[in-house]
């Protein structure tokens, strides 16, 4: 019944002209008839809860049934979250000042809600932190989010009536990171993407990527940045990157640096510091964790409760035989 019910709602929202356009970027990459491969997207949107946008970044287009079976679509992804993150539950990482509240000790960085400190508590803190950055609560894909950098002779005055209005109530201090990190990107802090599922009393590490920034100060893949696949063992990103497209990067288009064999640090550490931040919030159980890297370690920047599965499956990021993570996640949550 739930898979009935989201393919009724996905039918009912669906934009239609974005499908169809969709069908025809498929035609020009393949040469296959366009309602051809309309009629397919709609197939696999059935069968699969595949949306079009899953049937074109997969490139669902090149994969046999066997293979299509085996990612983690938009639906499929939609169940995981209704499996282990009860709806109730959303808000406890929703918030960004709950979120550090809960993980103090686990975000290694200072802090102030503007809504509490108030301007003297605001002023205070400029005098401590000459590099900040201002958020909204509840922004995400970087939205709202406002680097803020003073001098010397730097005056501050308007800026916490700016910040108050503009509803960026949480200003915290700007995150070094690690030089080995810098050298790929320096003008956003490129974070680890790690998700964890809880199984009872075990914490499964399911995905481990990091995101790169590209012209722009954050790393979103929305904002242009993109992604790449961890080696969390060896300690270095083991394959190319790849933008929301899937367009693939062997080197970094700004910086020239070959991605392939780039050391990463802390990766362990990292890992360890996910899976031990999974223990504290019982309430969820699949959650998507944003790890920078600093000189002194790794430190969570947020954490998520929706995880964007569209940075799971680039084909550039997956072995020749083109499964997708499904069997892997499904894994992790037998018995649950």
Request: aromatic share 10%; net charge neutral.
């Amino acid at each position: 019944m739930p898979k009935f019910t989201y393919i009724i709602k996905r039918i009912a929202g669906m934009d239609y002209g974005a499908m169809v356009r969709t069908a025809k970027t498929v035609h020009e990459r393949t040469g296959k008839n366009t309602l051809a491969v309309l009629a397919d997207i709609i197939s696999c949107g059935l069968r699969y809860q595949a949306g079009y946008m899953d049937y074109l970044v997969f490139e669902f287009y090149t994969l046999t049934a066997a293979q299509r079976a085996t990612y983690i679509t938009r639906g499929v992804n939609n169940r995981y979250v209704s499996l282990l993150n009860p709806r109730e539950n959303w808000h406890l990482l929703e918030d960004k000042v709950e979120f550090l509240k809960r993980f103090d000790g686990f975000h290694g960085r200072d802090w102030v809600d503007l809504r509490v400190c108030g301007k003297e508590g605001f002023e205070a803190f400029c005098k401590k932190h000459s590099q900040m950055v201002a958020k909204p609560l509840d922004g995400t894909c970087g939205r709202g989010v406002e680097f803020i950098e003073q001098s010397e002779k730097s005056e501050i005055v308007g800026l916490y009536e700016m910040l108050m209005q503009g509803g960026q109530y949480l200003v915290e201090a700007f995150i070094v990171q690690h030089p080995l990190v810098s050298h790929i990107y320096p003008l956003s802090v490129n974070t680890l993407r790690l998700v964890t599922i809880k199984n009872h009393d075990t914490v499964h590490l399911v995905f481990f990527s990091m995101r790169i920034g590209n012209g722009k100060r954050v790393d979103n893949l929305n904002s242009g940045g993109m992604a790449v696949i961890v080696d969390m063992e060896a300690g270095e990103i083991c394959t190319p990157g790849a933008d929301k497209d899937g367009k693939a990067y062997y080197t970094h288009p700004l910086t020239g640096v070959a991605l392939v064999g780039a050391k990463i640090p802390f990766c362990k550490e990292s890992a360890e510091l996910v899976k031990q931040a999974a223990m504290r919030i019982p309430e969820l159980g699949y959650i998507a964790w944003d790890v920078a890297l600093t000189e002194k370690g790794p430190i969570i920047i947020e954490a998520n409760h929706f995880p964007g599965h569209d940075i799971y499956q680039f084909q550039v990021h997956l072995g020749a035989d083109k499964i997708g993570l499904a069997p892997r996640f499904d894994k992790a949550v037998e018995g649950i």
